[in-house]
């Protein structure tokens, strides 16, 4: 089980103070949340891609290496990475640069984001949203899996003998991760490539959230990637934790009042009732998130939103801290009663072991190009 944190990159101001964090402040706090998050034994740290105010994160990738520069056992990842409006051709280059970078220690979260203007922004309509998510993702795939990809299709311009540079790292590409909060359609996505299903549960009930990975589930068995139990499911969360439960819920009133991913709406008590916002003792989120197995059955990733809503970095450290406390019983309590047969979430070097079985682990060769037609002098 992978236990980790992300970030929507949001600044906004702390409601207990005024202060109104700047972008700077904001970016380098990522970095000091990252090595936090490896300092206190978490799995993976994942940041979300905006290019609107309030949020700061517009390139992940220079973040994330940044980041790889800096720690050493840190699984890096995004929240999300949008498909429909990057060219697949950057993701591709994008993040197998920065595989060779951090040593293998990339996945990445493909989604179409929750952002409507950001389509024209990028040239593209909002209602090809999903047409967009599922062209782009197929493009993807062959540029990291073919040396050379003739292409055509309704929403970029042709490809005649690309290769992206670099080549993903090993021969392997990143896992990818389709991260969807009420589309069907990704979950059927992920389901047929058999890549990872992350349901960023923030918002909704967990029935709802139990029906989306259940379609994923049987969809993912359908196309003959395994039982649907062994399905690769990764769930958000978030909590707000003090040693004493009414001393968090004090704490965090107001900044869940003010929270640009759900603030002025339910009260509080509402929200954490239906969602699986938890604001209370370290013994009640670890309980609050053990049970999830029930609804969803086994899965491979727990990530929980950890700064935002103007919550002060002094703050939000200290709230890694108690994630490090509970986490040896939360890593127990996940694992009781895990069928053998339910596998772990994919890393670089599982993925590197599974190709090199299957016997299609390849080796990439450069060949040398004329630096004006890009030809090989080899071509007739």
């Given at each position: 089980m992978q236990v980790g944190v992300f970030s929507v990159s949001d600044i906004t101001t702390d409601p207990t103070t005024g202060h109104t964090p700047s972008e700077h402040e904001r970016i380098k706090a990522s970095v000091a949340i990252a090595k936090k998050a490896e300092e206190v034994g978490l799995d993976f740290y994942a940041i979300g891609e905006h290019h609107n105010e309030p949020f700061f994160s517009s390139s992940p990738t220079t973040t994330l290496g940044y980041i790889a520069a800096q720690t050493d056992t840190l699984l890096l990842s995004t929240a999300t990475t949008l498909i429909t409006t990057n060219d697949p051709v950057k993701i591709a280059e994008d993040f197998a640069m920065l595989q060779h970078l951090a040593d293998g220690r990339v996945d990445i979260m493909l989604g179409r984001g929750n952002?409507?203007?950001?389509?024209?922004?990028?040239g593209k309509d909002i209602r090809a949203g999903v047409a967009l998510a599922v062209e782009n993702y197929a493009l993807l795939r062959r540029l990291w899996t073919e040396d050379v990809v003739d292409w055509q299709g309704k929403y970029r311009?042709?490809?005649?003998?690309?290769?992206?540079?670099?080549?993903?790292l090993?021969?392997?590409?990143?896992?990818?991760?389709?991260?969807?909060?009420?589309?069907?359609e990704i979950a059927e996505q992920a389901a047929y490539?058999?890549?990872?299903?992350?349901?960023?549960?923030i918002f909704w009930n967990i029935e709802h959230t139990a029906q989306m990975v259940n379609l994923y589930r049987r969809r993912y068995e359908h196309y003959g990637h395994g039982?649907?139990?062994?399905?690769?499911?990764?769930?958000?969360g978030q909590f707000f934790m003090r040693k004493n439960s009414q001393d968090a819920v004090n704490e965090f009133r107001p900044y869940f009042d003010v929270a640009p991913v759900y603030g002025h709406g339910p009260s509080m008590e509402d929200f954490t009732e239906v969602t699986p916002l938890t604001v209370g003792s370290p013994q009640q989120v670890l309980e609050r998130y053990l049970g999830m197995v029930e609804h969803v059955g086994h899965y491979q990733r727990q990530g929980f939103l950890i700064d935002h809503a103007g919550l002060p970095l002094k703050t939000v450290l200290e709230q890694l801290d108690l994630l490090g406390e509970i986490l040896p019983e939360m890593r127990k309590?996940?694992?009781?009663?895990?069928?053998?047969?339910?596998?772990?979430?994919?890393?670089?070097?599982?993925?590197?072991?599974?190709?090199?079985?299957a016997g299609t682990l390849t080796e990439h060769s450069t060949v040398g190009v004329d630096d004006v037609t890009g030809q090989s002098p080899y071509e007739n």
């Open positions: 952002t409507g203007p950001v389509y024209p922004w990028f311009t042709p490809l005649q003998g690309f290769t992206s540079t670099p080549r993903p090993d021969g392997v590409a990143p896992f990818v991760w389709h991260g969807s909060i009420r589309t069907p490539y058999g890549d990872g299903f992350f349901h960023n549960n039982q649907a139990d062994q399905a690769i499911v990764g769930l958000g309590g996940y694992a009781e009663g895990r069928p053998a047969h339910i596998p772990e979430a994919p890393t670089h070097a599982t993925l590197v072991e599974k190709a090199r079985a």
